[in-house]
């Protein structure tokens, strides 16, 4: 008899603490990002320092502390990617997946876009973390979604390579 009390507290722990984990990773660390018009979809014009603010409408967005490439975000704009030709274009852009509940965001479909050519990415803002870039998508019919990638920094700092000259000095936390 204390064995199966043994083993059914052990399935329930496991149960439970699967389970918290689950939550953690696709809800717990999760929060909406509340807009501030004029300032939430912004791209760097090619050859400028600051990024500037492009009209935008129906903005969404979310995003977590645990991790600066956490963000993701929607809207839409009267803009297409013909006429955004001044933006500094992103290299290789791969978006990165959202939760299963923020469903405006779906990061296969706007690959595909991308790579299709119904789709552009541009620099939105360099390093808004530290080696992170913000990327802003516009597809043909007006839909944008942005998310947070590593920069070449980036990569370098977080696999443990020396950063080198190149790379601006990381912040003291």
């Known amino acids: 008899m204390t064995g199966k009390l043994l083993a059914l507290i052990l399935l329930l722990s496991a149960a439970l603490a699967g389970g918290g984990m689950y939550y953690l990773q696709v809800y717990g660390f999760y929060y909406e990002v509340e807009p501030q018009p004029g300032q939430d979809v912004l791209l760097l014009a090619t050859g400028a320092d600051q990024p500037q603010a492009i009209a935008y409408t129906a903005f969404q967005a979310i995003d977590a502390d645990s991790s600066p490439i956490r963000y993701r975000a929607c809207f839409e704009t009267d803009l297409t990617p013909d006429q955004m030709t001044a933006f500094t ?48 998508a516009v597809t043909q019919d007006g839909k944008g979604y942005v998310w947070h990638a590593l920069n070449n920094c980036g990569e370098k700092a977080y696999d443990g390579t020396v950063v080198g000259e190149e790379c601006p000095p990381r912040p003291q936390e």
Do not use: M, S
Not at 90 to 117: H, I, R, S, V
Not at 125 to 134: A, L, M, P, Q, W
């Open 89 to 136: 274009p992103a290299q290789n852009p791969e978006p990165l997946t959202a939760p299963g509940w923020f469903d405006c965001y779906d990061a296969p479909a706007l690959a595909d876009a991308l790579k299709d050519g119904q789709a552009q990415a541009f620099i939105g803002t360099k390093n808004i973390h530290y080696g992170v870039d913000r990327i802003v």
